[in-house]
């Protein structure tokens, strides 16, 4: 029954989105009021199809019923029942239907939102771009990802498999998808209503204004889904590292970094109607990246960890990525006369100034990041060579770009639009100077060294100095309404960021590992802290044997273990001593053999502060979505439509 | 201001398009592990107690073929080409073409039981062979790598099924310019 | 030329007495003394590794595991690079330095057991083109910013009869 109802609504997706597509098109063309309608209500049979097969599939994981193709490979009756019910996203198929569903949701949020003007061509195109990206996955779910297919069982066939254990051994890893694809799939809103506004011409009306608040949705669920992968990293995989400059990490980021500059340079637009190319060009990248991204991870193509590589799709996406390049870069270039900017920057020292500087920036890093991932692509084809580039090369790099970032972050807040004297800056940017210094002073004093760190510090000070200044004088004038609003969530977004900044920094600079082989009773100094090895501790588990090592750290008692799964698969699981200064992880390096373990610690301070600044940006992005004001002042400035003439001032 | 836009573009597309181009041609899911720095060097040093308490010196054996086969009890392929090796080593007993074993990631027992199970009676080196992995670069199993009498390493195998005696054989009439032995 | 009011400013200019602005120009010099002694201090510490063993972990955090897809040496726990591992501290103790013992492992594994790409020859590119691309973008914001300027965007000037119309409506609305 799973299979049968789950393969009707894959078909019944598909079709529809074929159908509805076909029918606006043509709706478009004749004007037919009667047939748009019946397209939009055929669109909603996608958005019930999605539905109906994530639900199948869950019915079938949550009843085990193996007859399933996907449950055959990936469930299990050991499987306990969240990560039973997060087994849909452990294997392609299954992301590739949450993804659908994702999808359909965003779809029938439109579809609701923008009912009463779906007369108008422009939203309609934008229905029929969703449509578009709707029928590429479904077409997936019909062929190369089809998780509904029928197996019989063998004759001898006890359990599935269940999930890899790495993917059980965390509620965050449950998380990390679902949050991931709420930020993804929640860019191609906002993309759809780029194309539409490009095709139909009219990119002067403020659309791309209009639909900031889902790219601000979908931008916080990112940061959320980012934050809880690295969150996860570093509980679980024993060295103390929570970003690795993986490909797939990488990739995943690329979209975060267009999506960002996005929502900065679109306020450039909102006021002056200006970077129009820039904010195109970035939209349609980040939605771009998220396909190129998927790719990277399918096709396994650049090894990593992450990659699971999956023969048919890989193309199908590489394709994809391709046609949305093409058709992307074809619309801009068309509509190119039609973006060009009413207004100009007249001065680099503004609030224009330091967007496009900003925009310059982002871009940079973007390009930098994908460089580097798949450099090694491009020296296999040009020269047959086999080279690696990893995390040295990738921290050399970026730490110029985040400090640069650090410096605008500090700057931008303060400056005025249009033109800024010296002596404004001076005035304004005092006492976040003062903060910037009094940060390395105070790391100083902590015993932190080292040139590198310590300018991040003092950077970090500043840019948080010019948030809380933007963030006193807004509350001081409006009391609590000084804390939302979009300039006032956005300073709070800032000090998250700061405070990840800051912990990155100090984390990765002041990093301390090693590696001991201890006796029954035998101890160690390490970073100020005494290890003692007390022994081992053995729990038999129905699905693993958890072989746990006890080690003393001045009185705390931490377990770092290796489980031994039944499915003959073994993985270590660290033990983390944490606080609000620094964190010491232990790892169990192997099966102890004899009476001594071996053991890996990681001491870095302030981790807790990354995971900190994590929630902080989303409760950030929450209060920046919120009005500032309940009613527009008359006096607000608007979008200037494009040719208008600026009137000079008669008397 | 159309002219450069166009040009702009132009040159993104050309970019994005080569870019996928790359993408489109690259191999997946090759393990890029594996590597053959080894062959054309001199083997280095290789020596150690073997499971029959003897001592093993690859030095000595110059003059004579070697093959130097690096395997594991968990390791699939070692298992489907053990009984290759056995028939080569029956082949060559009394000559100058030499096999000896390295084990890789496993332990003593284990290794005995692999070699009570399959048969097999050549030196098998178990004890503190970390070094040699290294020297020799190796990074999983099976590999087998072939030895001139000169000492130097000319051939290295690969690969999930491990060599046949044949492979073995056919390389050694190779290399010894069909002479035979 | 009066400056733009910005209505997030409580005091508009600032004021104009001598002794703020003199004030302000001591804070920034203080700061810029302090700033600089505190990097001063900062760049004389040392934030290498301490013991030997943080050595052969930030040594193997540059090598990459043969076996592994993408971690490092000092990330995964499988035979070969617990072997490397081995390796590198007898060789650490030895007295070898970083960059012999990192060529040891190239003369093994090949060029792409090492993380650091090559800064010379065709790979070096990896590490030029971040920096040519941004001093292009950099340049060709600049000169997009100039070609507007020089374009004539026009900067109203407050003529003598602008001012006295604001002067006459302040005296009206008696501020």
């Avoid at chain 1, 096709?299 to 992307?328: I, K, Q």
């Avoid at chain 1, 990765?508 to 970073?527: C, D, H, I, K, M």
Wanted: some cysteine; aromatic content about 10%; glycine content about 10%.
């Amino acid at each position: 029954m799973n299979v049968a109802l789950g393969d009707a609504s894959v078909v019944i997706a598909f079709t529809a989105s074929v159908i509805a597509s076909i029918a606006l098109l043509v709706a478009l063309r004749t004007g037919d009021a009667q047939l748009r309608r019946s397209g939009i209500r055929v669109a909603w049979l996608v958005v019930i199809g999605s539905i109906v097969s994530f639900v199948m599939l869950e019915r079938a994981l949550i009843t085990r019923d193996f007859t399933t193709r996907f449950v055959f490979e990936n469930g299990s009756s050991r499987t306990p029942a969240l990560y039973n019910f997060s087994t849909a996203w452990a294997a392609l198929e299954g992301t590739i239907v949450l993804w659908g569903l994702v999808l359909g949701g965003y779809l029938a949020v439109v579809l609701t939102k923008f009912r009463d003007r779906v007369a108008d061509p422009l939203v309609t195109w934008a229905i029929v771009v969703m449509l578009a990206v709707c029928t590429f996955f479904f077409a997936l779910m019909l062929g190369p990802a089809d998780p509904f297919q029928r197996v019989t069982l063998p004759a001898d066939f006890i359990d599935g498999p269940g999930p890899n254990p790495l993917l059980q051994n965390h509620p965050l890893m449950a998380a990390h998808p679902p949050l991931l694809y709420l930020g993804y799939v929640g860019f191609t809103v906002p993309f759809a209503f780029a194309v539409a506004a490009l095709v139909t011409g009219r990119v002067g009306e403020g659309w791309l204004v209009e639909t900031r608040r889902w790219t601000l949705f979908a931008w916080g669920f990112l940061t959320l889904g980012i934050v809880a992968g690295a969150w996860w990293s570093y509980d679980v995989l024993g060295w103390g590292g929570y970003w690795g400059w993986d490909p797939v990490e990488n990739v995943s980021f690329l979209p975060w970094l267009t999506g960002t500059a996005y929502l900065h340079s679109v306020m450039i637009q909102e006021r002056r109607g200006m970077l129009r190319v820039w904010n195109l060009s970035l939209l349609c990248s980040t939605f771009a990246l998220t396909i190129l991204g998927t790719f990277i991870t399918r096709s396994g193509v650049l090894e990593s960890v992450h990659a699971f590589s999956e023969g048919a799709v890989g193309p199908l996406f590489l394709g994809f990525f391709g046609f949305v390049s093409a058709v992307v870069i074809g619309l801009i270039a068309w509509r190119g006369d039609r973006l060009r900017a009413p207004g100009r920057i007249d001065s680099p020292l503004s609030r224009e100034g330091a967007f496009l500087a900003n925009n310059l920036v982002f871009a940079m890093f973007a390009f930098v990041i994908l460089l580097g991932t798949v450099f090694p692509l491009i020296v296999e084809a040009l020269r047959d060579e086999r080279i690696s580039v990893g995390v040295p090369y990738f921290e050399r790099m970026t730490m110029p770009v985040g400090m640069v970032m650090l410096f605008l972050m500090a700057v931008a807040p303060v400056l005025p639009w249009r033109k800024a004297s010296g002596e404004l800056l001076r005035k304004r940017l005092e006492w976040p100077a003062w903060m910037g210094i009094a940060a390395m002073v105070l790391a100083v004093l902590l015993g932190g060294r080292g040139l590198t760190p310590m300018i991040a510090f003092g950077l970090a000070g500043f840019a948080g100095g010019a948030a809380l200044r933007q963030i006193a004088l807004a509350t001081r004038r409006s009391g609590w309404r000084g804390l939302v609003g979009r300039t006032n969530g956005g300073m709070i977004v800032h000090l998250g960021v700061i405070l990840v900044a800051v912990a990155f920094a100090a984390s990765n600079s002041y990093l301390r590992q090693s590696e001991f082989t201890l006796e029954q009773g035998e101890s160690v100094v390490f970073a100020d802290m005494n290890l003692r090895f007390d022994g081992l501790e053995i729990d038999d588990r129905p699905e693993k044997i958890v072989t746990a090592a006890l080690i003393d750290i001045d009185g705390e008692t931490l377990r770092p273990a290796i489980n031994q799964f039944v499915v003959g698969i073994t993985i270590g699981t660290p033990d983390t001593a944490g606080s609000f200064t620094r964190d010491t992880q232990v790892a169990l390096i192997a099966l102890p053999d004899s009476s001594s373990v071996v053991i890996r610690v990681t001491v870095q301070p302030l981790i807790s502060w990354l995971w900190i600044g994590g929630v902080l940006v989303a409760v950030g992005t929450v209060f920046s979505a919120f009005p500032h004001r309940l009613h527009r002042r008359p006096i607000d400035p608007v979008s200037a439509p494009a040719g208008a003439v600026e009137e000079p001032l008669r008397s | 201001m159309r002219r450069p836009a166009l040009v702009v573009a132009g040159v993104l597309a050309l970019a994005i398009a080569g870019f996928v181009l790359l993408l489109a041609t690259s191999e997946t899911g090759r393990s890029s592990s594996v590597n053959f720095e080894i062959v054309g060097k001199v083997a280095p040093p290789l020596s150690g107690e073997t499971l029959a308490g003897e001592q093993f010196d690859l030095f000595e054996e110059r003059g004579n073929w070697v093959v130097i086969n690096f395997f594991a009890s968990w390791c699939v392929g070692c298992r489907v080409e053990h009984p290759e090796l056995v028939t080569f080593a029956d082949r060559h007993e009394d000559d100058n073409v030499k096999l000896v074993a390295v084990m890789f990631g496993d332990t003593e027992e284990r290794a005995i039981e692999f070699f009570a199970e399959l048969g097999g009676e050549w030196p098998a080196l178990v004890e503190d062979t970390g070094s040699i992995h290294i020297d020799y670069g190796v990074t999983g199993v099976p590999e087998t790598l072939l030895v001139a009498p000169s000492g130097r390493v000319i051939r290295k195998w690969v690969g999930s099924s491990g060599v046949t005696a044949d492979e073995l054989d056919a390389a050694i009439e190779t290399a010894s310019g069909g002479d035979g032995d | 030329m009066t400056e733009p009011v910005n209505k997030h400013d409580s005091a508009s200019t600032g004021s104009r007495s001598p002794f703020a602005a003199q004030w302000r120009w001591l804070s920034w010099a203080l700061m810029a003394i302090a700033g600089v002694a505190v990097l001063i201090i900062a760049a004389s510490g040392d934030t290498g590794p301490s013991t030997d063993g943080e050595r052969v972990a930030q040594l193997a955090g540059t090598i990459r595991c043969p076996q592994c897809r993408g971690q490092s040496v000092a990330e995964s726990d499988v035979t070969i690079a617990r072997e490397i591992r081995a390796d590198i501290r007898e060789r650490v103790a030895s007295g070898q330095s970083d960059d012999e013992i990192r060529q040891i492992y190239i003369d093994r594994f090949g060029r792409s057991v090492v993380l650091t790409p090559d800064a010379g020859g065709f790979t070096g590119l990896v590490w030029i083109v971040p920096v040519v691309a941004a001093a292009f973008g950099v340049a060709a914001v600049g000169l997009a910013l100039h070609r507007w300027r020089g374009d004539g965007a026009q900067t109203v000037q407050a003529t003598e009869a602008d001012r006295a119309l604001v002067s006459e409506l302040r005296k009206q609305r008696g501020s």
